[in-house]
């Protein structure tokens, strides 16, 4: 097995040996996505020399990496170290050409396989594209054949990887690098963060946890010149201080008995970028120290090494505590607390920006259709209630409450039953009360009440939703599936919600 680079001699058409040469470029981008070649892997199977050798040279002057193999044994071999992407195979091959296609299509389910077959074996063409090779090429054929069959190939391949990298982007997003929101406060916020994403000034993002402060710290590594650059996170609170300390400073081979090799620092890393330090309230003093000693010398040293290395990173820093307070307690330096909040942001709890609500639902909402193709959205009701909910969890609660109304609804159509219980129990205004005691009074009036009197002015929703499913399924002699339609929910979400309140068939 070997790879090819270089230009092709000695076959025109190929799979017929002649004394010409041909010559390239084939077109100006072949490939037509060359910013894709690189990662488009091509294995090249055929037992005769001349042909592999020369499609070999063509796939390489089109941009593929390309292996060559003239046997099945050296094919599994390629397949078993390389991530192939694209497989141009003869199924004229003595182990069986049509088998070793299916056991490539079973270890490599995502390559696109192209076969070649002489006219006589047409058939077997027609076969091989039965068990998943995606194009066929008949013996002897023309270059432009040959590269017309790898263009679509290399195409669908990048194009695939291209869809995929996407899918992966969305599913992974969660609103990172995306502040969303249009509150005055937020459209301050924007303002202070474009500013400060052109510095390398460090940056203190103070908020109650889930209100976004590794949102707001990604969107400043993302719009600053560090973009194109890592950004790593690091939780202070969650790493044993040991653990903390060897990420952010790294070890030399020898600063530990029994260590046989080094361990890069963060605060070093050759690749540069943001480093979010999360929670660093969390940080012990010890290691707050050993920070504070990074940042004014713009050196580390890792235990164990004898010569410093640079500071390559720059340093964001997120807390939910308040780090003023923890000053004065003795609980954090005073020193690194004025180096980390050189420029100082705070992130708002949700409940200060509640006209921002709606659009949050509204961005996670749109994932969730991207993702599951289906047209979710938001009954009023639904809305108004998440409108008035307090948010103890923010933004990410937020996101959460999204997830599950999806997750739990019989449909498109989100409704008020499909949010959790403890949103449901709360009225947060007095035009949301009143529009309670209006659902009262007409209650009252049809004579609904329990033992026929008037329920208060005020009851919780969760009340309401119980009294209104009871009585519309008792007006129906029990017909559950009529009630569901009624009620203008799922039939799934009515039976969910007959368990939640305990109502039985009794």
């Keep these: 097995m070997s790879e090819f680079s270089g230009e092709l001699t000695n076959l025109s058409p190929l799979g017929k040996q002649t004394a010409a040469s041909l010559r390239f470029p084939l077109s100006d981008d072949p490939i037509g996505v060359n910013a894709h070649a690189a990662k488009v892997q091509l294995l090249v199977l055929d037992d005769d020399p001349p042909v592999l050798k020369a499609c070999c040279e063509i796939a390489a002057g089109m941009g593929f990496a390309v292996h060559a193999a003239n046997s099945a044994d050296e094919a599994r071999e390629a397949v078993r170290l390389h991530a192939i992407d694209v497989v141009l195979m003869d199924l004229k091959m003595p182990a069986g050409g049509l088998s070793l296609l299916e056991e490539i299509r079973i270890k490599r389910p995502r390559s696109s396989i192209v076969v070649m077959t002489a006219f006589a074996t047409v058939a077997s063409a027609v076969d091989a594209i039965r068990l998943g090779a995606t194009d066929y090429l008949t013996k002897p054929f023309a270059m432009d054949e040959l590269t017309g069959v790898l263009e679509r190939a290399g195409q669908r391949r990048s194009f695939e990887l291209e869809s995929r990298r996407v899918q992966q982007n969305l599913r992974e997003q969660k609103g990172h690098g995306h502040l969303v929101g249009s509150s005055p406060v937020m459209e301050k916020l924007y303002r202070i963060v474009a500013k400060v994403a052109l510095s390398a000034h460090p ?30 996170v690091v939780e202070c609170g969650q790493l044993a201080p040991a653990v903390l300390e060897s990420e952010l400073f790294g070890y030399s081979r020898s600063a530990y008995t029994g260590f046989d090799r080094s361990k890069d620092a963060l605060l070093t890393s050759e690749e540069g970028g943001t480093l979010f330090l999360d929670q660093v309230s969390e940080m012990p003093l010890d290691i707050q120290a050993k920070l504070l000693r990074a940042l004014q010398e713009r050196e580390v040293r890792p235990p164990g090494a004898r010569q410093g290395a640079p500071l390559t990173v720059r340093i964001l820093a997120g807390c939910s505590r308040n780090l003023s307070s923890l000053v ?36 996670f909402l749109e994932r969730m259709r991207r993702e599951s193709a289906i047209g979710y959205r938001f009954t009023p009701e639904a809305m108004r209630v998440m409108s008035h909910y307090s948010w103890p969890g923010n933004v990410r609660e937020l996101e959460n409450a999204v997830e599950r109304a999806c997750a739990l609804s019989s449909g498109s159509l989100l409704h008020m039953g499909d949010l959790p219980t403890q949103m449901q129990s709360v009225g947060g205004s007095d035009d949301f009360a009143g529009d309670l005691t209006r659902v009262d009074e007409r209650r009252s009036q049809s004579g609904n009440a329990r033992g026929g009197a008037g329920l208060p002015a005020i009851v919780s929703i969760a009340e309401l939703e119980r009294e209104a499913i009871l009585n519309t399924i008792q007006q129906l002699h029990g017909d559950k599936l009529m009630a569901a339609k009624l009620l203008g929910i799922g039939k799934t979400t009515l039976y969910r919600k007959l368990k939640e309140y305990g109502i039985t068939d009794s």
Excluded: C, W
């Excluded at 209100?211 to 719009?223: F, L, M, P, S, Y």
């Excluded at 705070?346 to 006209?355: S, T």
């Design 203 to 232: 940056v203190l993002i103070a908020g109650e946890n889930g209100t976004g402060k590794e949102t707001v710290a990604r969107t400043i590594h993302t719009t600053g010149p560090n973009s194109t650059r890592r950004f790593a």
């Design 328 to 363: 004065d307690q003795g609980l954090f330096r005073k020193d690194l607390y004025y180096r980390l909040n050189v420029v100082g942001l705070r992130m708002p709890p949700l409940r200060e920006r509640r006209e921002d609500i709606p659009l949050l639902a509204e961005h």
